[in-house]
């Protein structure tokens, strides 16, 4: 099994198939229209696949966020999905080490990886920290802008520091742009 890395631009018709049925068989209680992302393209992916048949995927958001008002450089990990068939074999782990790889590639360009998730003790294992912060996004739904909200968060949102600048706990984040 093999990890590919892939600019978002450059997938062709039958690779967003086969994410697209991905995502429904990974996330049936979401309705994803038919389309390979849950709200917005991500910037790139790794692909994992088994010979020719995709059996995972984890889209990277690259962005500048602020915390206390200070620019970062996040890469984020949205609409991770390893198929069914496939899970508690490694593959997560798999693609998460992969994505390390990669950040300490372009670590002068990366501040943090950052992820939103439930599965905490999963995510530690590859030294991700949950972190509680006052964040602002924009509100995205169904391709609708809703506008800007905030809010505290203390129980889903999990960082690992790739370069030199510090995470600031109990800050101001603002994802400048859409949540994850």
């Known amino acids: 099994m093999n990890v590919e890395f892939v600019d978002e631009i450059a997938l062709d018709i039958a690779t967003k198939s086969h994410i697209a049925d991905l995502m429904k068989v990974c996330f049936p209680e ?3 229209h038919g389309r390979h992302y849950f709200k917005q393209l991500p910037h790139y992916r790794l692909l994992l696949k088994n010979k020719n048949q995709l059996i995972g995927q984890l889209g990277l958001d690259y962005r500048v966020m602020t915390l206390n008002g200070e620019p970062i450089n996040v890469l ?3 609409d991770f999905a390893i198929h069914p068939q496939f899970r508690n074999q490694g593959r997560a782990a798999q ?3 992969e994505l390390e790889q990669l950040a300490h590639k372009f670590r002068t360009n990366i501040d943090f990886l950052f992820l939103v998730a439930d599965q905490h003790d999963f995510y530690r294992k590859f030294g991700f920290e949950l972190t509680a912060q006052h964040v602002r996004w924009l509100v995205t739904e169904e391709h609708i802008n809703y506008g ?3 809010g505290f968060f203390d129980h889903c949102l999990m960082y690992k520091q790739i370069g030199s600048k510090p995470w600031v706990e109990n800050g101001n984040l603002d994802l400048m742009g859409y949540w994850y």
């Open 30 to 32: 979401e309705d994803f």
């Open 76 to 78: 984020g990990v949205i």
């Open 95 to 97: 693609m998460l080490n």
């Open 148 to 150: 800007m909200k905030e």
